[in-house]
């Protein structure tokens, strides 16, 4: 998928050879277990009218984050990993995932692995129902809906909010 994808700017398109190369190099570059980097896949989740992002404040992190996670071996697309994730996360059923991806990112971190890694995230636009109500899920230390131009102060999100946003 990300071969015939074109990032809408320069920079999201580099990050596309990134992760390119990394998929070419590793056969088991969208597990886990690849601790050099491995690709991970994201939801922006929206409320039905698009005003509102479902973020999690994540337990290991301590920030609040976009839904989404690590590909598991039954995914068969990262769209569909994305969608998991987020129905996983949220609680909430009938969430509807834009085949596409609406943002890149790498970023390092330590996960499930216990040692420091890199995340190659592939990020989705998930709608949710009118009327969705979330639960949260282990996974979380808190799960709420926060308006698209009123973030939280202590999140790196604001570029992955404009991009879904200009999607529409």
């Known amino acids: 998928m990300l071969g015939e994808w074109r990032a809408d700017d320069p920079q999201q398109e580099a990050l596309r050879h990134s992760f390119l190369t990394l998929l070419d190099a590793r056969e088991d570059a969208c597990l886990r277990a690849c601790e050099p980097g ?9 409320d039905a009218a698009g005003e509102n992002v479902l973020l999690t404040l994540h337990p290991r992190v301590g920030m609040w ?13 990262l769209a569909g990993a994305a969608l998991r994730e987020a129905t996983e996360e949220s609680g909430v059923d009938g969430l509807v995932v834009e085949p596409e991806p609406v943002h890149l990112d790498v970023h390092p971190i330590t996960c499930s692995l216990g040692k420091p890694t890199r995340h190659f995230d592939v990020r989705f636009i998930v709608r949710a129902p009118e009327g969705a109500e979330p639960a949260r899920s282990d996974e979380s230390l808190d799960l709420r809906w926060w308006p698209v131009n009123a973030l939280p102060g202590d999140t790196d999100l604001g570029p992955l909010i404009t991009a879904a946003r200009a999607r529409g």
């Open 38 to 46: 491995h690709v991970t896949a994201s939801a922006v989740l929206l």
């Open 65 to 77: 984050l976009q839904l989404g996670g690590h590909c598991e071996p039954e995914d068969t697309s």
